[in-house]
């Protein structure tokens, strides 16, 4: 499709499009910005694990197994995260014109699985100690439980003051939280194994853990889905954003319009822009630009923009899967096509 777009087709080609994109300032978080945080938690946490691990199986205690589980997926979900942040900052080449930069969105999409296939195990497992509970040793889960609480929040203060606008920071915070809650449960057990006897709170302790867990996986898996299906991202109404273009009085028609999220912290839009036929496309697409950068933030656009003699048919572009036109002007708009968007 070639579009006739006045004087801006000579600068911008054939298409009359323009790509307009603050590359240089990089796009939401940056990707190294927080490395030496996640480097601090993943040594704490790693550390601890191992000393956890050895502790449970004498303890024979699943609240603690599954803590040391848990702490396992924490550590690798920060090392997923440390390997994420390098390979987003990998400019683009050959067919990955935008880099790797949703690898950091695979590694949130990884921590929400490991969380809550972990937490369906964990579950099982504690309702078989439930029905049937072992001896624990109630003195040395106390002890692990209470180590456990301040480890976590040493590492759980340091991964909260790093930017968390990232899914995939968030994603790595997200698991060391709920491992904090987690021994805060183990501790409670601990007490009461210890204090009463009562074995089956070692039992309870573990579907408190499992059920925190799926509760974070899902909505970890939730959110890196919306990313990788590009909807639009969170806070940003597709419908609201179209009326603000049509509010240009210059502009008659939105079509094919598309807003998703290349990774997080970074919002892209593409639209097709109807104008009267006196009006000066390029003047057009540069007061859209600079609108869309103000009122949401976008600042990495593909507009093209005609005038009404010239434009597409609401017919042609919604045969090619795309929104169609919507706008009042004296567009070609078969009486099939949606209705005259009021402003």
């Excluded at 777009?5 to 054939?14: D, E, I, N, T, V």
């Excluded at 456990?148 to 920071?169: E, H, Q, Y």
């Excluded at 009267?276 to 507009?303: A, M």
């Amino acid at each position: 499709m070639h579009w006739r777009a006045g004087s801006a087709r000579a600068r911008l080609g054939p298409r009359g499009a323009e790509h307009h994109g603050k590359h240089d300032h990089g796009h939401g978080v940056k990707p190294d910005a927080d490395k030496k945080k996640l480097v601090l938690a993943l040594v704490l946490l790693g550390g601890f694990m191992i000393g956890e691990t050895v502790a449970a199986v004498l303890a024979n205690s699943l609240a603690l197994l599954s803590d040391a589980a848990h702490m396992l997926t924490d550590t690798a979900s920060i090392a997923f995260a440390l390997i994420a942040m390098t390979l987003s900052t990998w400019s683009s080449f050959g067919s990955y014109t935008f880099g790797l930069k949703r690898s950091g969105t695979l590694a949130a999409s990884i921590n929400g699985l490991t969380l809550t296939g972990l937490g369906g195990y964990l579950g099982y497992e504690g309702i078989h100690r439930l029905i049937d509970p072992p001896e624990v040793g109630g003195a040395t889960v106390l002890i692990v439980g209470c180590t456990g609480i301040v480890a976590n929040l040493l590492a759980t203060w340091t991964l909260a003051k790093a930017n968390r606008d990232s899914l995939n920071v968030e994603g790595a915070f997200q698991h060391v939280l709920n491992d904090l809650y987690a021994f805060i449960g183990t501790t409670v057990s601990g007490l009461l194994v210890l204090t009463t006897g009562f074995m089956r709170a070692d039992g309870l302790a573990a579907l408190v853990v499992a059920a925190l867990m799926l509760k974070s996986g899902a909505g970890l898996i939730g959110e890196s889905t919306r990313v990788l299906l590009q909807a639009a991202p969170r806070g940003m109404d597709p419908e609201r954003i179209r009326a603000t273009l049509l509010s240009e009085s210059r502009v008659t028609g939105i079509g094919d319009l598309h807003v998703w999220e290349v990774a997080s912290g970074f919002p892209a839009l593409s639209a097709h822009v109807v104008v009267g036929d006196h009006s000066d496309p390029d003047d057009v697409r540069r007061q859209l630009t600079g609108l869309l950068d103000e009122e949401f933030g976008i600042d990495h656009t593909t507009i093209e923009v005609a005038r009404s003699s010239t434009a597409p048919t609401a017919e042609n572009i919604s045969a090619r899967g795309c929104p169609p036109l919507r706008g009042d002007s004296p567009v070609r708009i078969p009486p099939e096509a949606n209705r005259v968007h009021e402003r």
